[in-house]
């Protein structure tokens, strides 16, 4: 069975320094895996995926992600902190076969940038 | 272009009564869902509709039911609301194949007393 985990319910960080939010996974064959965030109030927006190629991937808002395999692991990265990307961050990954229509998620870790 | 729409946006109920969240999409994807959302458990898959005309349970399918009314609607039913149903509900939409991003409405809170 495909799960993903996010080992810390929370991380604080100071504006301006760099942030990691932590995403391991445990699937069958390559993976594909998913970012996402959420906002007060508002539904998970898509930030980036890893389908297959480069290990460090780019998407929305200045967030990367590294994907390594060896330690199946897939980090949310951002050079420096803002204070508007304190918000609920989600890594997710499909299922396959009948299963890929469904996205596992994991329980989410709260981003707080400190001013 | 409004992507994912969900009403309403607020609802409380008593227990007992029944309800039917509504969602929209204007996208033109194949696939549709409808997840829960509480403290500390992250989102549970309660109902997916892989293509117009299917309709597969989820993780967590017990208490509800779901129609897909064409390709742009998917609705969610609670026959007999019970408090243990008190959440936060997203739906989202897909393009074809497990590489696809889903996008997520802005959800519909629901208290059930």
């Known amino acids: 069975a495909q799960s993903v985990a996010q080992p810390e319910d929370q991380v604080n960080v100071a504006e301006g320094n760099p942030l990691t939010v932590k995403c391991t996974y445990s699937v069958s064959g390559n993976p594909y895996l998913f970012w996402y965030v959420q906002y007060p109030n508002r539904g998970l927006q898509f930030l980036l995926k890893?389908?297959?190629?480069?290990?460090l991937v780019k998407g929305s808002y200045g967030f990367e992600a590294e994907f390594n395999k060896s330690q199946t692991s897939f980090h949310l990265k951002k050079p420096s902190a803002l204070v508007s990307d304190s918000a609920l961050y989600f890594c997710a990954a499909p299922g396959y076969g009948a299963g890929s229509y469904q996205l596992t998620f994991g329980k989410g870790t709260k981003l707080s940038v400190i001013p | 272009n409004a992507g994912v729409t969900q009403t309403p946006k607020f609802q409380v109920l008593k227990t007992g009564q029944s309800m039917t969240l509504q969602c929209a999409q204007d996208?033109?994807?194949?696939?549709m869902y409808w997840y829960r959302q509480d403290p500390g458990m992250g989102l549970r898959l309660i109902y997916y509709s892989a293509s117009e005309g299917t309709t597969d349970k989820g993780e967590v399918p017990n208490g509800y039911n779901v129609s897909r009314l064409n390709k742009r609607e998917f609705s969610l039913r609670l026959e007999s609301a019970a408090p243990s149903q008190t959440s936060v509900y997203f739906c989202?939409?897909?393009?074809?194949?497990?590489?696809?991003?889903?996008?997520f409405g802005d959800g519909t809170r629901l208290s059930i007393l």
């Open positions: 996208m033109n994807h194949n696939s």
């Open positions: 890893y389908i297959t190629g480069d290990n």
């Open positions: 989202a939409s897909r393009y074809e194949g497990a590489h696809q991003p889903q996008h």
